[in-house]
């Protein structure tokens, strides 16, 4: 199984919600990891500022960005 480090910042989305967004990031990069192959190692930083998303990843030291469209 890989090792995922999460790092996650939310300012409008309740506390509950933002767990349950935290375990499913994490949940669905370990997936990845095991069906993929290809990483043995992710940090995620993931950032939510007025229902704007960004994530940033990186997978056995390789940077990967994205941002989800508004």
């Known amino acids: 199984m890989a090792e995922v480090n999460l790092t996650a910042a939310f300012s ?3 506390a509950a919600e933002a767990e349950e967004i935290k375990r499913v990031i994490v ?5 990845v990891a095991r069906d993929d192959g290809t990483f ?3 940090k995620i930083v993931f950032t939510e500022s ?5 994530l940033t990843a990186e997978l056995d030291g390789v940077k990967k960005a994205g941002r ?3």
Do not use: I, N
């Not at 949940?27 to 997936?31: A, I, L």
């Not at 007025?50 to 960004?54: I, L, N, V």
């Open 27 to 31: 949940e669905t990069v370990e997936q």
């Open 50 to 54: 007025d229902e704007r998303c960004g």
């Open 68 to 70: 989800a469209p508004s």
């Open 40 to 42: 043995t190692r992710a």
């Open 12 to 14: 409008t989305v309740p």
